[in-house]
């Protein structure tokens, strides 16, 4: 199993600029997340779904957009990027909702200029 | 509002020592807590877990304490190595609150050959 994967590992916006984050994992898992992590600051989450077609809104999900047409794909749309979305982003996923082992991904930074 | 959050930002550990790292929580109506290790560059990795109806779990090397009078909770890692240099989070799950985890700030841990 490759677990939870994400692309890109960086990248680089210009302000306004869109783009999506991929995540997908191979571990049958229904629940998956969006995290943003900022220096200094423990995970804040964006927003997760229990399943395919499911989708909710965490902490922090002003900006970002998501969709879950598959299983195993939960990708994150940045509509129209600002400066303070500059931060490393998490993708995790969990058997189901209630479990609480979440597995992370390795995160892609972000840069926004 | 509620939080979790950690008393020291950073540890410094002699290598073969035990660690203790701190967290302290305001929200009573969480039911579990949990631990992360985040190595650099890496997604934050599940070490263990407590439900709120315990006071004490243990796992292979680590336990986890938990104080529900003065909301505090704390991992003690025994015999610190060099590979447990990372940082450090406690997280919240509040059941009624969708499951959602909600992180501290953190905890760096150096380990001191």
């Known amino acids: 199993n490759a677990g939870v994967t994400q692309t890109p590992k960086f990248q680089v916006l210009k302000t306004g600029q869109s783009m999506t984050l991929q995540c997908a994992q191979d571990m049958n898992h229904e629940y998956m997340s969006w995290y943003r992590q900022d220096p200094g600051m423990g995970l804040r989450l964006i927003h997760y779904s229990v399943g395919a077609g499911i989708t909710d809104q965490g902490e922090v999900p002003n900006g970002y957009n998501v969709s879950r047409s598959t299983t195993e794909d939960f990708p994150l749309r940045l509509l129209s990027a600002a400066p303070s979305q500059t931060s490393v982003y998490f993708c995790?996923?969990?058997?189901?909702?209630?479990?609480?082992?979440?597995?992370f991904g390795p995160g892609t930074r972000l840069t926004v200029t | 509002g509620e939080s979790v959050g950690l008393h020291l930002p950073t540890l410094s550990v002699q290598e073969g020592d035990n660690s203790i790292i701190n967290c302290a929580y305001s929200n009573s109506a969480s039911d579990y807590f949990i631990w992360y290790k985040q190595e650099s560059g890496k997604g934050p990795q599940f070490i263990i877990d407590?439900?709120?109806?315990?006071d004490k779990r243990q796992g292979q090397r680590v336990t986890v304490l938990l104080n529900k009078t003065v909301k505090h909770l704390s991992l003690q890692i025994a015999a610190t190595q060099p590979g447990d240099s990372a940082v450090y989070f406690c997280?919240?799950?509040?059941?009624?609150?969708?499951?959602?985890?909600?992180f501290g700030a953190g905890t760096t841990v150096t380990v001191r050959a």
């Open positions: 995790a996923s969990s058997y189901s909702q209630g479990e609480y082992e979440q597995y």
């Open positions: 997280a919240e799950i509040e059941v009624s609150n969708d499951y959602k985890l909600s």
């Open positions: 407590i439900r709120s109806n315990m």
